[in-house]
């Protein structure tokens, strides 16, 4: 078994989990509220942003020019895909530029966001790797499933669509293998580290789509 199949197999129930959340599930189907996946939308928009500064960070301690040149180009593709949103999907579901940018972050988003881009300056390269990870995995393996089972009239087809994409599945690979060859290398305690930081996201990876179906805010404070 390699050292990122041993990463999915370690969190393979968070995986399941995943995909039986209401979102995911009702996104296949077609059922899902309108107003559950604007929220989705706008917070997805705001976690690309931020994911691209944490693939350009990590891609700054790269060991080698491949890796420099591997986060580089998905950081780009990351703040790409944010401006096709806005001129897409956001238009086409109702959501105006001035409704996403008086939207903040979601305490989901602002937290997994906080800890990709702190992971990215103060980890080691390898440890920064391995958060970034189930962002990539994760995302392609439960949009595979959505595709795979999506309802032949769903209104959310053109979004179900893009999950299958054979450049970001061709992305995924890339990654896995730039953890095998780093772990392959890493000490006991990096690798340690290394299985802490890919649970964390994938943990917080649940978080942000279970948000999305709660339409989570920030508390109000007490007064």
Known sequence: MSFSQSLWSANQALY??????????????????????????????HY????????????????????????ANA????????RALHGGFMRDFGVSAEQFA????????????????????????P????????????????????????????????????????EFHAAVRGVCATVDRLAEDATESTRAAMHAAYRDAARLEWMFWDSAYQLADWPKPLR
């Open 16 to 45: 399941q989990s995943t995909l039986d959340l209401p979102f995911n599930k009702e996104l296949a189907a077609g059922t899902l509220s309108m107003e559950r996946f604007r929220h989705y939308m706008i917070q997805d928009a």
């Open 48 to 71: 690309l942003v931020a994911y691209g500064r944490a693939l350009a960070v990590t891609a700054a301690k790269s060991d080698n020019a491949e890796g420099v040149v591997q986060f």
């Open 127 to 166: 440890v920064a790797v391995a958060a970034l990870l189930p962002c990539f995995w994760i995302y392609a393996e439960v949009g595979r499933d959505i595709h795979a089972r999506s309802a032949s009239d769903n209104p959310y087809q053109a979004w179900v669509d893009t999950y299958a994409s054979k």
């Open 75 to 82: 950081a780009n593709e990351a703040v790409v895909v944010e």
């Open 102 to 125: 008086a939207t903040p972050l979601t305490p989901a988003c602002h937290h997994y966001t906080s800890f990709l881009v702190s992971t990215a300056w103060s980890a080691p390269y």
